[in-house]
């Protein structure tokens, strides 16, 4: 949605600009170019290591963070109250989440990663 704006920004400097009575020469020629580059220059890698730093958590929790904040919660229970947000959290709901929502993103998945699911708690109950 941001990179919409950047573009109608640039947009609106180029119809516009004349008759706001925008500066048009030397280097201003090059504003409405910095305003449709910015979203790939900025916005772009800022995403993609928002997305890498996700997937890196969701791959050490084995897809247990919650889904509001996006908290660790693989060292509590199955279900209950993320102590970071405050909101609710049940791992197999969580799970499926993640896997509907983004999840897929997951590929390549490190050697030897296997997804929580609800058989691990019930193979190997906690102490």
């Known amino acids: 949605m941001t990179a919409v704006g950047f573009?109608?920004?640039?947009?609106a400097w180029l119809?516009?600009?004349k008759r706001l009575g925008l500066p048009g020469g030397g280097a201003y020629r090059l504003v409405p170019i910095a305003l449709g580059l910015t979203p790939f220059v900025v916005l772009l890698p800022f995403w993609h290591w928002?997305?890498?730093?996700l997937r890196r958590a969701l791959f050490a929790s084995r897809f247990r963070l919650c889904t509001h904040c996006g908290y660790d919660v693989s060292?509590?229970?199955?279900?209950?109250t993320?102590?970071?947000?405050g909101q609710p959290y049940d791992a197999a709901r969580d799970v499926a989440i993640w896997a509907e929502q983004g999840?897929?993103?997951?590929e390549?998945?490190?050697p030897g990663f296997v997804p929580w699911s609800a058989s691990d708690e019930e193979e190997s109950p906690r102490p």
């Open 82 to 85: 993320c102590p970071e947000c």
């Open 103 to 106: 999840a897929p993103y997951t």
């Open 75 to 80: 060292t509590l229970s199955l279900a209950g």
């Open 7 to 11: 573009a109608l920004a640039a947009l």
């Open 108 to 110: 390549p998945r490190p």
């Open 50 to 53: 928002r997305v890498r730093r």
């Open 15 to 17: 119809v516009l600009g």
